[in-house]
């Protein structure tokens, strides 16, 4: 009898289908994520031209509205009744009924946030109101003002770089004695300060040697007043663009160019300069605001017009209106000045017509 060898089957399976489709091989199906968040928005709207505008603008407004409203509540904050300082002070001596009429008449006797609100709709519809000393629209006494006061500090910014340029390229990335011999006279010019420079230009050129008037509304009177403002701007202008063309003369370029034979002088003025000037063109704008604010101690020394004299007799007499359309105007003058510096910047080095945004 054999025995049997069995060996253990599989079990028995059903019928056999057809195959299941494979699932799909690729990137998932992406649902719609949250809002881009605000720091790429906004690198975003500085990539593109109209962004940056729109962002500068935007920027321009906050800055005006906020100057406005500090100084708005600043002079709240100083004592004394502006009634009182409209009627000719306390000196006058004005009847109890005539200062109620005043401020009802100027609303001082509306609470403090109804006068700001009417004072921010003033602004938004260009009305800078009137003065309190002067009755006239502040407005016109500012345009009438303001044009010395511009020419001064264009005067002084021009002499400011006529003073870094040519201390620049006199004595920067030169050997031996003439580099520390700029540096330090440079450190000199602007550590000066406006009110000890102008007394000291004033005796000197106009009272001692009397090469130039003392008080003068022409050209000549200009000259004192401009070297007052811009000599020691121009110092501190000179030592950012020393420290930029050593670094600058440092580069590749400079010895390609001395390689392919432009003369030495050439390279420092047309290649070297260029790199050197953009930080002191960036500063520049900040420097017309240095400027505008010592005009008001240089239009003092000098008897000049301007809005630094209307300032002062503003700020005295608490002219709230006056005090804060200068105000206003400084800042105002601020803001243009520094968007000419971006546009001065991109002239230079046409490289930063991408980043200018950014940098802003």
Do not use: C
Request: glycine share 10%.
């Amino acid at each position: 009898m054999t025995a049997e060898t069995t060996s253990s089957a599989p079990a028995p399976v059903g019928p056999v289908g057809p195959e299941e489709p494979a699932a799909p091989v690729g990137p998932a199906p992406t649902r719609p994520g949250p809002a881009a968040p605000p720091a790429a928005l906004l690198a975003r709207l500085r990539a593109s031209l109209p962004g940056r505008i729109a962002l500068r603008v935007l920027s321009a407004l906050v800055l005006l509205w906020a100057v406005a409203t500090i100084v708005f509540f600043l002079q709240h904050l100083v004592p004394g009744d502006p009634a009182l300082a409209i009627l000719g002070g306390a000196s006058a001596n004005p009847p109890p009924e005539t200062v109620a009429a005043v401020r009802a008449q100027y609303g001082f006797d509306q609470p403090l946030l109804v006068q700001y609100a009417d004072f921010l709709g003033g602004l938004v519809r260009g009305d800078l109101g009137s003065s309190y000393t002067m009755k006239e629209p502040v407005a016109r006494i500012i345009a009438e003002q303001i044009v010395p006061t511009l020419q001064l500090t264009g005067a002084s910014l021009a002499i400011a770089w006529a003073i870094a340029i040519g201390s620049t390229l006199l004595t920067a990335a030169r050997p031996g004695l003439a580099a520390r011999i700029g540096s330090g006279l440079e450190v000199v010019l602007a550590a000066l300060p406006h009110f000890w420079l102008g007394v000291v230009l004033l005796v000197v050129f106009a009272v001692t040697l009397q090469w130039l008037p003392v008080v003068d509304d022409g050209p000549a009177g200009l000259v004192l007043p401009a070297l007052t403002l811009g000599v020691p701007l121009g110092g501190f202008l000179a030592q950012v663009t020393r420290d930029e063309f050593d670094a600058a003369s440092r580069q590749p370029f400079v010895l390609s160019a001395l390689s392919r034979g432009t003369r030495p002088r050439d390279v420092r003025w047309r290649h070297v300069l260029r790199h050197a000037a953009l930080p002191g063109i960036a500063l520049s704008g900040w420097g017309l605001g240095s400027l505008i604010s010592g005009a008001v101690v240089v239009e003092v020394i000098f008897s000049r017009q301007g809005i630094g004299q209307v300032l002062v007799t503003a700020v005295t007499s608490q002219d709230l209106p006056l005090v804060i359309g200068v105000t206003f105007v400084v800042a105002l003058v601020y803001v243009i000045a520094n968007i000419l510096t971006d546009l001065a910047a991109v002239a230079v080095d046409p490289r930063l017509r991408t980043s200018i945004g950014g940098a802003s």
